[in-house]
């Protein structure tokens, strides 16, 4: 499952923002309230006195009731029995063999595994029953697994191997990715050239197109959420966690507010949006590829908001000078406030082959340039 959280409430430290993206809860679902059944009061009344004996009283056998639960609440065991998967399985660890953590969510724990009929690893997502406290922590699992499948085979989404099913935890088997995250590539480069941005650029929004084609929206789209598959240069990346995915019909308005605040667009913080809301979580990574620091800046959630919902993008300060008009209105038409008038990603695709090939040829000619003025020197 996804993060539901935003914002920092603590913005120091070496790496500033990057460093409190995720570290306070945003989304909380409220608890289910119990019903308890009303009480009733017996009816008095005035008993006519009599100057005889009483006549006797016959005491009945019957216990008391005892006061029942309502029939609509479901004790967290039930909630563990049943099957979230809605099918029987086989047994996970006869299967695999769990190795080491990789890492930790709020529903789930990651863990190295490895195939026991070939000794291939992937990566296994733990997911423990008794954090599914309602019926909606449920269907976000059920959901975050069909979407997966629902995406297989784009070579920038992580393939799901698998899901299984015991009495105490589902686990989602999936491609291991052991190259780090763009968020931690950011942090080494402080910066991204425009042409390997543009590149960067390319995948990103190839994805969301991808996932908008197929009727799904990402809703958390941020560099921590896309991985490398391994440590080189030029490796593959991926889209991982599509906990807060969902999806939707042309047209179709949402309004639960979801997402970390430096990527969250305006139209989500108003509850009244669609899939736009990805291409400005695209364009707000880019802005950070091109020049290292986000376009929506404060030092508290309440002011990032703001900013987001207000302020706009600076294109004056160091590195956007030396960067191609191109490529800054490219970001710029990304991060429309209005989503009607935002580009859509197939649009962006477009603009960016532009990008890359104006970057492309201005590239080879400045090689070739070197090239000669090296060969004159000689």
Known sequence: MGNTCAGPTNVGGANGFFQSVTQAVWRQRPADQEQMPDSGEGNTGSVATKNNAPDPVKIPNEEPRKPQRPKHLRRLSTMQLESVLGRKTENMKDLYSVGRKLGQGQFGTTFLCVEKGTGKEFACKSIAKRKLISSNDLED?????????????????????????????????????????????????RHYTERKAAALT?????????????????????????????????????????????????????????????????????????????????????????????????????????????????????????????????????????????????????????????????????????GYTFREQL
């Open 141 to 189: 699992v059920r959901r975050e697994i069909h979407i997966m499948h629902h995406l297989a085979g784009h070579p920038n989404v992580i393939q799901i191997i698998g899901a299984y099913e015991d009495a105490v935890a589902v686990y989602v088997v999936m491609e291991l990715c052991a190259g780090g995250e763009l968020f931690d590539r950011i942090i080494q480069r």
């Open 202 to 370: 390319r995948i990103i929004v190839g994805v969301v197109q991808a996932c908008h084609s197929l009727g799904v929206m990402h809703r958390d789209l941020k560099p921590e959420n896309f991985i490398f598959v391994n440590q080189e240069e030029e490796a593959p990346l991926k889209t991982i966690d599509f906990g807060l995915s969902m999806f939707f019909k042309p047209g179709q308005i949402f309004n639960e507010v979801v997402g970390s605040p430096y990527y969250v667009a305006p139209e989500v913080l108003l509850k009244h949006y669609g899939p736009e809301c990805d291409v400005w979580s695209a364009g707000v990574i880019i802005y950070i590829l091109l020049c290292g620091v986000p376009p929506f800046w404060d030092e508290t959630e309440h002011g990032i908001f703001e900013q987001v919902l207000r302020g706009q993008p600076d294109f004056t300060a160091e590195p956007w000078p030396s960067i191609s008009n191109s490529a800054k209105d490219l970001v710029r038409r990304m991060l429309v406030k209005d989503p009607k008038k935002r580009l859509t990603a197939y649009e962006v695709l477009c603009d960016i082959e532009a990008v890359l090939s104006i970057s492309t040829e201005c590239h080879r000619i400045l090689v070739n340039y070197i």
